[in-house]
């Protein structure tokens, strides 16, 4: 393993830590590998160290390269100096992914409290935007004023090009309220981005990975909340992929966006209302659509497009409508030959 820590900004003390695992050799079937940024928290004061190399060592041990920012701090923190840092330091990474055998397009940020407001800023307002981004009991709202007076909130800058989001904490702390990870959500929600969330009933702020090296053992927290390191671990392999037996990652489950109405090329995968508005992709579905309102009597008699399916995926419809995979995946295919006018 490749281990160095690069000064970044020297004046700042700004530092990156890598832990750069071996390909090939061994791991015959790894040529690359995904990556994750760890961002400590520490309300822009200083950078915990139980939210550093403890929280990398997770991702290392499911097969990811790690790296851990140390980002300006106290008097240094005035906006939008951590944010450069994380730029600064996707940047190098992604410039030495040839080197470090990195995918480049599968590299996560990890966030925990004011980490988490710089991850979620990297998610959404960054230069050099993150794949992933993995907020742990995040401020994400005014709140960070209290921290950092200078820093944004974050919730209000989800666009369409924010990352999918996995987003953990406890509905008990007291120091970073709840409401921060749900304004996050339902920002996300509003743009349509992938994300998922685990609030757990009750536990402190601050619990990074839970374990007794990094927690006293007499802390009040549910015994779901270690979960969430797993859980992260299982669902970076369904935005990303997993590692497979030829050399490359596996095709993800999970798309990045709820829907596919931006893509170049229309699919299956974009909502009904938006596929009629094409001219081209009315004519493949006009008939597709009528059949389907036809052999369900809950539709009854009408002509129309039901309400119902106006905001849901037409593979969805054609799921519900019975229809065998290999016909939707023909349709899929009919639609793949359009281009998407209207995105």
Not at 174 to 187: L, T, W
Not at 216 to 241: Q, T, Y
Not at 310 to 328: C, G, Y
Request: with cysteine; glycine share 6%; hydrophobic share 40%.
């Amino acid at each position: 393993m490749l281990s160095e820590t690069i000064v970044l900004n020297k004046e700042r003390n700004v530092t990156l830590t890598t832990y750069i695992q071996p390909v090939g050799g061994e791991f015959t079937y790894i040529n690359k590998r995904p990556a994750v940024i760890v961002i400590p928290g520490g309300g822009y004061q200083f950078c915990s160290d139980r939210e550093a190399e403890i929280v990398a060592f997770e991702y290392l041990r499911a097969g990811y390269h790690a790296f851990v920012l140390r980002y300006s701090m106290k008097e240094n923190a005035v906006w939008p100096n951590p944010l450069n840092d994380y730029d600064q330091a996707m940047e190098l990474i992604r410039s030495k992914a040839g080197e470090w055998h990195i995918y480049e397009d599968k590299i996560a940020v990890l966030g925990f409290s004011a980490g988490g407001h710089l991850a979620s800023a990297a998610a959404t307002m960054s230069k050099n935007r993150p794949n992933a981004a993995l907020l742990g009991y995040a401020v994400i709202t005014d709140d960070v004023h209290g921290c950092s007076p200078t820093a944004p909130s974050t919730w209000d800058k989800v666009d369409k090009d924010t990352c999918p989001c996995f987003i953990f904490a406890t509905r008990t702390d007291e120091v970073v309220p709840i409401a921060n990870s749900i304004k996050f959500m339902e920002a996300l929600d509003k743009a349509g981005i992938a994300f998922e969330s685990h609030i757990y009933g009750y536990g402190p702020h601050g619990f990074s990975t839970c374990k007794s090296a990094v927690q006293a053992p007499n802390s009040a927290f549910c015994n779901r909340v270690p979960h969430w390191v797993d859980d992260s671990i299982e669902w970076l392999k369904d935005i990303f992929g997993d590692f497979s037996t030829n050399g490359s990652m596996t095709k993800p489950k999970c798309r990045k966006k709820i829907y596919a109405d931006d893509e170049e090329f229309l699919s299956v995968d974009c909502r009904i209302s938006y596929l009629m508005q094409q001219p081209q992709a009315r004519e493949v579905l006009e008939p597709i659509i009528g059949n389907i309102i036809k052999s369900d009597p809950l539709l009854g008699d009408s002509e129309e497009l039901p309400s119902i399916f106006a905001n849901i995926t037409l593979r969805t419809a054609l799921s519900f409508a019975n229809l065998p995979a290999e016909k939707i995946e023909e349709i899929d295919r009919q639609l793949n030959q359009i281009l998407n006018i209207t995105q």
